[in-house]
């Protein structure tokens, strides 16, 4: 296997949080939900997408079932604030990582962090893990756990 030292951290931080879970380094990047999904032969709603917004104005990672795209004015009136999309700049000096391999875990400092509670409807779910060639597998619960989210929809309910 191949070492990334994001990679290297996010399993780091998998084994500190004390979830026991392998890297699968995958043969082509899966920058997207859809690709990662393809690349595994599961649904794309199974995939755990980590977004970085801005929230009134901080870094926030929002983790988001693949199915789903993160609808920024309802969350925010459900949070209290406003949304807005981060740049990449702010997403690597957030995370550490790229866009389209940001793992849920293994960044400077934790950020506060929204999990989208449909994901819970999978026993299974699949997170990047620091490069846009790693996935991992962890349960719902595990994600809750190792990010400390808030778990709520992301979507207004008439959308999911």
Request: hydrophobic share 50%; aromatic share 6%; no cysteine.
């Amino acid at each position: 296997m191949p070492e990334h030292p994001a990679v290297v951290r996010v399993e780091a931080a998998l084994a500190e949080a004390g979830v026991v879970t392998q890297v699968v380094w995958l043969d082509g990047a899966a920058k997207t939900a859809a690709e990662a999904a393809a690349a595994l032969g599961i649904e794309v709603g199974a995939i755990a997408n980590s977004l970085v917004f801005l929230l009134d104005g901080e870094p926030v990672l929002v983790m988001t079932s693949g199915a789903h795209r993160v609808d920024t004015a309802w969350l925010g009136k459900q949070v209290g604030g406003t949304f807005a999309r981060a740049d990449a700049a702010t997403v690597k000096d957030a995370t550490g990582q790229v866009i389209g391999g940001i793992a849920p875990v293994g960044h400077p400092a934790p950020l506060r962090t929204f999990v989208d509670a449909d994901l819970a409807g999978y026993p299974e779910i699949w997170a990047a893990a620091g490069h846009a060639h790693t996935v991992f597998p962890l349960s719902y619960g595990q994600l809750v756990s190792i990010t400390a989210g808030t778990e709520t929809p992301v979507v207004p309910p008439a959308a999911a």
